[in-house]
């Protein structure tokens, strides 16, 4: 039974800084494949970041600002992100699947079809 759960939305100016946490149970893996989507109002989900072993990518847009990581000992996944801007407004999911992961290195990872485990999202708020 995989769970994921979400935090560390809420509202933030532009320019500043927020870390979201991913808690998850029930992977049983000793290498994570997983990854940060994101669902603005009216948009599709969009991928902005993954991670898969010691592997990260990124979106163009997430590229310079945010930042993946994840912490085994804790099971927890971060998204750490800076100088946030409005147009990063959007509820944040969490996303994840067994290995073996998808090839980052040839293009895969932030698709969507390419999980099958996911959060219940907790919204960013980005405005002045």
């Known amino acids: 039974q995989v769970q994921l759960v979400e935090s560390g939305g809420g509202w933030e100016q532009p320019g500043g800084s927020r870390r979201l946490s991913c808690v998850h149970s029930?992977?049983?893996?000793?290498?994570?494949?997983m990854a940060w989507f994101r669902q603005a109002p009216g948009k599709d989900r969009e991928g902005v970041a993954a991670?898969?072993?010691?592997?990260?990518k990124y979106a163009d847009s997430a590229k310079g600002r945010f930042t993946i990581s994840h912490d085994k000992s804790k099971n927890t996944l971060y998204l750490q992100m800076n100088n946030l801007k409005p147009t990063d407004a959007a509820r944040y999911y969490c996303?994840?699947?067994?290995?073996?992961?998808?090839?980052?290195?040839?293009?895969?990872?932030?698709?969507?079809?390419?999980?099958?485990?996911w959060g219940q999202g907790t919204q960013v708020i980005v405005s002045s």
């Open positions: 996303a994840a699947v067994q290995p073996p992961c998808p090839l980052l290195f040839a293009g895969y990872g932030l698709e969507e079809y390419e999980y099958n485990y």
């Open positions: 029930g992977l049983n893996s000793s290498i994570h494949c």
């Open positions: 991670i898969a072993a010691s592997d990260m």
